[in-house]
């Protein structure tokens, strides 16, 4: 062979990559710039995650960094949370209640329908988008700042590996809080269901506990904590790489503090529906 | 010694630093000056490493910085203290955790070693009292003391300061001017500062390198610099109106 796979693998991209557009079969394609500008975001996102995971310099003062984050990004969402999910739970059962006004349903069923969408979706992934909002722009404007007021620089000037000093304690406390704070979602909208439905009358304290008791598959609590787990690394991940990248200014800070909302709550309802077939089929 | 050759540096398609060569002696106060823009920070940063040139060397006595692992140019790291231009010192840690922070990182020090060096660091640039503030807290001139306190706590051989009189007034720029060079003979350091402040220049230039749109014009000495025939150097150190009249009372 004249030339090796490499070697025509390298070429076809870089003249990819100078294509502003290509014609194939009267199909003009305008998508090579964007393709490679994302191949590259792909290529810098997943070395710096080789960075994050590289072994650590001093243990100990990562457990400590990661204890601190474990309060400030896990423990001081707790509020919102739980503020979120009551109302969701109550939300659920008073709109479950109108929709199945009918003698043929028993209202139990309501108690039912509640949990179920409670733990399968909305405690694992309407609680990951409100994380994405707080955390992951917290995250990204905080990594940001420190990159632009080159607090980061002073961090490699001292040989220390800084996105595995700065992101790797943040994905550790999330991993680890974030499905406690499923769990306390799940509780609270289960409670909020409750109060709301038995305040308004639409079913009683009796029916809705045996509706939440009825039929209760607890493989439905491991895909809600599974689908937390892959969400919370995503949410750390993809906002650490956002902030970490900045070049700029401040107004460089909140575009990339925007952007780590954006594509974090993107990707969060892409790995919903890919971990859904995955874990229910 | 540090000796830069034939290096360059491009951005964008741009060249910021053009095929510089320079040595910086040891145990001096070497200065890098030029406009804004010139490329004096590019070029520091080149030295240390926070941006990979892409033509020459950087060599820290016999080894070659550049081309090292990063492993490799840890170990030459933990020689270098660098005081950047707008502080850098961490916001979420107070002040005594600033200057802790390289020995927390590298040393296997007690806490009380640690806080003793951290004091007597803290000390040696008049900070007194102020251990539990936080940067927030504290004024421009105190933040740049606190960040020449981080960065000689661990005893460095080589010193890098990126324009440590941005934003301070006269005096305040005139002490820390001393502190760098009174730090730089007691500890026999080779240090490197970025400034375009021409009252450092005449107080503490022992070593001067003139860099013009990313190329070397000049080095000599602060005895030098003002008799200098380059025509861009004296248009850059006689920029202002008392300069220029000091320049004619000379005459």
């Known amino acids: 062979m004249k030339y090796p796979c490499k070697y025509i693998i390298m070429v076809t991209v870089l003249k990819l990559s100078s294509l502003k557009s290509v014609n194939i079969c009267n199909f003009r394609l305008n998508y090579f710039p964007c393709m490679i500008r994302f191949l590259r975001e792909m290529g810098r996102y997943f070395l710096m995650l080789q960075k994050v995971f590289s072994k650590p310099e001093k243990p100990h003062i990562y457990y400590k960094q990661t204890m601190h984050e474990l309060v400030y990004l896990g423990v001081n969402s707790v509020g919102i949370i739980s503020i979120i999910s009551f109302f969701m739970g109550a939300v659920i059962t008073l709109q479950t209640a109108y929709n199945t006004e009918n003698p043929i349903y028993p209202t139990y069923l309501i108690g039912l329908g509640c949990r179920d969408s409670i733990i399968l979706e909305f405690s694992s992934t309407i609680s990951a988008l409100i994380l994405a909002g707080k955390v992951g722009s917290n995250i990204a404007s905080e990594i940001g700042t420190m990159r632009v007021t080159e607090q980061i620089d002073a961090l490699e000037m001292m040989g220390v590996n800084s996105a595995s000093y700065l992101v790797l304690p943040k994905i550790i406390a999330t991993l680890l809080f974030n499905p406690i704070l499923t769990l306390i979602s799940i509780t609270v909208g289960i409670i909020g269901g409750w109060i709301a439905g038995t305040a308004a009358g639409v079913i009683t304290s009796e029916d809705f506990v045996y509706g939440i008791q009825y039929a209760f598959i607890p493989y439905y609590i491991t895909y809600s904590l599974i689908k937390t787990l892959f969400f919370a690394f995503i949410i750390t991940s993809v906002s650490a790489f956002q902030g970490y990248y900045v070049d700029g200014g401040s107004l460089e800070v909140g575009r990339a503090s925007t952007k780590a909302v954006v594509y974090s709550s993107l990707i969060i309802l892409l790995f919903n529906v890919i971990l859904t077939q995955l874990l229910l089929s | 010694m540090i000796k830069v050759n034939n290096l360059d540096k491009v951005f964008d398609g741009r060249l910021v630093l053009d095929n510089i060569s320079v040595t910086f002696e040891s ?184 860099i013009h749109e990313g190329l070397k014009c000049w080095e000599g000495t602060n005895k030098e610099i003002l008799n200098s025939d380059c025509e861009t150097l004296n248009d850059f150190v006689f920029a202002n109106s008392l300069a220029k009249q000091l320049k004619g009372i000379a005459k």
């Open chain 2, 27 to 210: 145990g001096k106060t070497n200065l890098i000056i030029g406009r804004s823009g010139s490329g004096k920070t590019v070029l520091l940063k080149s030295i240390v490493g926070l941006h990979d040139p892409d033509r020459g060397e950087v060599w820290f006595e016999d080894v070659l910085f550049n081309k090292l692992d990063f492993e490799g140019k840890k170990k030459i790291r933990a020689e270098m203290g660098m005081l950047f231009q707008g502080s850098a010192l961490f916001d979420s840690l107070t002040v005594e955790q600033n200057v802790r922070f390289p020995l927390d990182m590298f040393t296997g020090k007690t806490m009380e070693e640690k806080t003793d060096r951290v004091n007597f660091c803290l000390k040696r640039v008049n900070i007194i009292n102020a251990n539990k503030l936080f940067p927030s807290e504290l004024s421009g001139g105190m933040k740049k003391r606190v960040a020449i306190a981080r960065a000689i706590s661990l005893n460095p051989k080589y010193l890098f300061c990126d324009e440590p009189n941005s934003g301070l007034d006269p005096l305040t720029a005139i002490l820390i001017d001393e502190l760098i060079k009174e730090l730089t003979e007691e500890y026999s350091m080779t240090t490197i500062v970025n400034t375009h402040d021409m009252n450092s220049v005449i107080e503490i230039g022992e070593k001067i390198v003139f």
